[in-house]
């Protein structure tokens, strides 16, 4: 990637300018690409670390943009050509934005075309403002070529329209700041963006902390930098209930977003309360339609919303999700996550003989799936006591593990630990007490293990087995 010829341009910028074109790619009037700025929040972070040749190859970079989607090189080329076009524009906004005058000029010349007399007198007032406060003949004789008037008149300030463009101004800021930090937090990278101290030295005045878009985009931000505050995740959480549907779909998409990212974190660290919280995200989102992209669902996004509503035992929910909505899952990639979802619901609900039906229609040529598939054939041959068979899987497993060059050391240490935890849980007896408290309190000690969970009530069922 960093081989590219805008990646060459934009290295030569100052981290300031870089902001400055990334405002640009975020503004919706020059760019509504979603896939563009995703783009550049790589780019961005790529060349601000420290080591700016950090190796980052197209297909990883492609999988950062499109997880889980074949790598196709006319698309990703097609992005960085846009790209380059935008930011084309984006120096001549920079030189159109230097030059005051140009811009009485070109909103004189179109203000002529429009039969509007009031509207026509204030550009000219406007013009005749800028001509005053510069005062040089070059100035005014450029004037009187633009425009076929002298009527000139002031005109009292706009306090709305200045009230109205601070909170803009903020709320673009904020929004940059949010993206940044985001990324920063993917990349664990350090970027300090001096602009936001002034940010935040306005914020403390109450009239913007009122403006409920403000008061969240300011509580998103808190969230980010202060994760341990679960204040400013419940603030931000009554702020949405009141509020959000009073965005635009897209920007609803990014506060959802940022608070099941939140919700997510915490449940990673087992923290129980926030399993309800993350379920109740997806599903509002789910009913809002906030989650699909050009009328599709991810197949991330899809598995991500299932696995939040089993933790919770929302089972018919999950069945009447994946019914409604597998239509909206790429015709591709469809089946496989239709299969595998429902296989996954049955094996919360128990019915492993459905597991193993539903696991036979998968297609496996996706190493994630093999993973997960077989994972839950491991449970259900152990619940259903078909012992002879989950030997041989766990061989084939443990075989299949070791060759698998895309996962790293540590992913195969947790599934070499569930095949080495379930084998002991086939030959220990049920009167070897001192064995069973033995492995019960390694499999609990033990952060890297593929479903700690169930072998954990496995063991305990050996306990109480006669």
């Given at each position: 990637?960093?081989?590219?010829?805008?990646?060459?341009?934009?290295?030569?910028?100052?981290?300031?300018?870089?902001?400055?074109?990334?405002?640009?790619?975020?503004?919706?009037?020059?760019?509504?690409?979603?896939?563009?700025?995703?783009?550049?929040?790589?780019?961005?972070?790529?060349?601000?670390?420290?080591?700016?040749?950090?190796?980052?190859?197209?297909?990883?970079?492609?999988?950062?943009?499109?997880?889980?989607?074949?790598?196709?090189?006319?698309?990703?080329?097609?992005?960085?050509?846009?790209?380059?076009?935008?930011?084309?524009?984006?120096?001549?906004?920079?030189?159109?934005?230097?030059?005051?005058?140009?811009?009485?000029?070109?909103?004189?010349?179109?203000?002529?075309?429009?039969?509007?007399?009031?509207?026509?007198?204030?550009?000219?007032?406007?013009?005749?403002?800028?001509?005053?406060?510069?005062?040089?003949?070059?100035?005014?004789?450029?004037?009187?070529?633009?425009?076929?008037?002298?009527?000139?008149?002031?005109?009292?300030?706009?306090?709305?329209?200045?009230?109205?463009?601070?909170?803009?101004?903020?709320?673009?800021?904020?929004?940059?700041?949010?993206?940044?930090?985001?990324?920063?937090?993917?990349?664990?990278?350090?970027?300090?963006?001096?602009?936001?101290?002034?940010?935040?030295?306005?914020?403390?005045?109450?009239?913007?902390?009122?403006?409920?878009?403000?008061?969240?985009?300011?509580?998103?931000?808190?969230?980010?930098?202060?994760?341990?505050?679960?204040?400013?995740?419940?603030?931000?959480?009554?702020?949405?209930?009141?509020?959000?549907?009073?965005?635009?779909?897209?920007?609803?998409?990014?506060?959802?977003?940022?608070?099941?990212?939140?919700?997510?974190?915490?449940?990673?660290?087992?923290?129980?309360?926030?399993?309800?919280?993350?379920?109740?995200?997806?599903?509002?989102?789910?009913?809002?339609?906030?989650?699909?992209?050009?009328?599709?669902?991810?197949?991330?996004?899809?598995?991500?919303?299932?696995?939040?509503?089993?933790?919770?035992?929302?089972?018919?929910?999950?069945?009447?999700?994946?019914?409604?909505?597998?239509?909206?899952?790429?015709?591709?990639?469809?089946?496989?996550?239709?299969?595998?979802?429902?296989?996954?619901?049955?094996?919360?609900?128990?019915?492993?003989?459905?597991?193993?039906?539903?696991?036979?229609?998968?297609?496996?040529?996706?190493?994630?799936?093999?993973?997960?598939?077989?994972?839950?054939?491991?449970?259900?041959?152990?619940?259903?006591?078909?012992?002879?068979?989950?030997?041989?899987?766990?061989?084939?497993?443990?075989?299949?593990?070791?060759?698998?060059?895309?996962?790293?050391?540590?992913?195969?240490?947790?599934?070499?630990?569930?095949?080495?935890?379930?084998?002991?849980?086939?030959?220990?007896?049920?009167?070897?007490?001192?064995?069973i408290a033995k492995m019960r309190k390694e499999?609990?000690?033990?952060?890297?293990?593929?479903?700690?969970t169930w072998l954990l009530e496995k063991v305990?069922?050996?306990?109480?087995?006669?």
């Amino acid at each position: 990637m960093m081989e590219r010829k805008i990646i060459k341009v934009l290295e030569h910028l100052e981290t300031e300018e870089l902001l400055q074109f990334r405002t640009f790619i975020y503004s919706p009037y020059f760019n509504v690409n979603q896939e563009i700025i995703n783009l550049f929040d790589i780019i961005y972070i790529t060349l601000t670390q420290e080591k700016k040749q950090m190796e980052m190859g197209d297909e990883y970079v492609w999988q950062l943009l499109f997880p889980g989607l074949p790598f196709d090189a006319k698309k990703f080329n097609r992005l960085f050509y846009i790209t380059g076009s935008l930011f084309d524009r984006f120096i001549s906004q920079q030189e159109y934005e230097k030059i005051p005058l140009y811009q009485h000029k070109i909103k004189g010349d179109v203000i002529q075309k429009v039969p509007n007399k009031s509207l026509q007198k204030k550009v000219h007032n406007e013009t005749s403002a800028y001509i005053q406060k510069n005062d040089t003949y070059s100035v005014e004789d450029m004037v009187h070529t633009y425009f076929n008037t002298n009527i000139f008149r002031n005109l009292k300030g706009n306090k709305d329209a200045v009230r109205h463009l601070n909170t803009y101004y903020v709320l673009e800021k904020l929004n940059s700041y949010i993206s940044i930090l985001s990324l920063k937090k993917m990349y664990k990278t350090d970027v300090h963006l001096h602009f936001m101290d002034y940010i935040f030295e306005m914020l403390l005045d109450r009239k913007y902390m009122n403006h409920p878009s403000i008061n969240i985009f300011m509580n998103i931000t808190n969230t980010l930098l202060d994760e341990n505050e679960d204040i400013h995740y419940y603030t931000l959480r009554k702020l949405m209930i009141e509020h959000v549907d009073k965005f635009k779909i897209e920007v609803q998409k990014e506060i959802y977003s940022t608070a099941i990212s939140y919700c997510i974190n915490k449940v990673n660290q087992t923290i129980v309360e926030f399993y309800d919280e993350t379920f109740d995200l997806f599903k509002e989102s789910v009913e809002k339609n906030v989650l699909l992209e050009n009328n599709e669902i991810s197949v991330p996004v899809f598995r991500n919303i299932i696995i939040a509503a089993l933790r919770v035992k929302q089972y018919a929910w999950v069945e009447n999700f994946i019914e409604n909505y597998k239509i909206y899952v790429h015709p591709k990639y469809r089946d496989n996550a239709v299969y595998f979802s429902l296989a996954r619901l049955e094996i919360n609900r128990e019915n492993y003989d459905k597991v193993l039906e539903y696991l036979q229609l998968i297609n496996y040529e996706d190493v994630w799936y093999q993973l997960g598939a077989k994972t839950m054939q491991i449970t259900a041959y152990y619940e259903l006591k078909e012992f002879d068979a989950l030997e041989s899987l766990l061989n084939a497993y443990k075989m299949f593990i070791t060759r698998e060059k895309s996962l790293s050391k540590e992913r195969k240490k947790a599934y070499f630990n569930l095949i080495k935890y379930t084998k002991k849980l086939l030959y220990i007896l049920p009167d070897e007490k001192a064995k069973i408290a033995k492995m019960r309190k390694e499999i609990e000690e033990n952060n890297t293990v593929v479903t700690k969970t169930w072998l954990l009530e496995k063991v305990d069922e050996l306990k109480t087995r006669r």
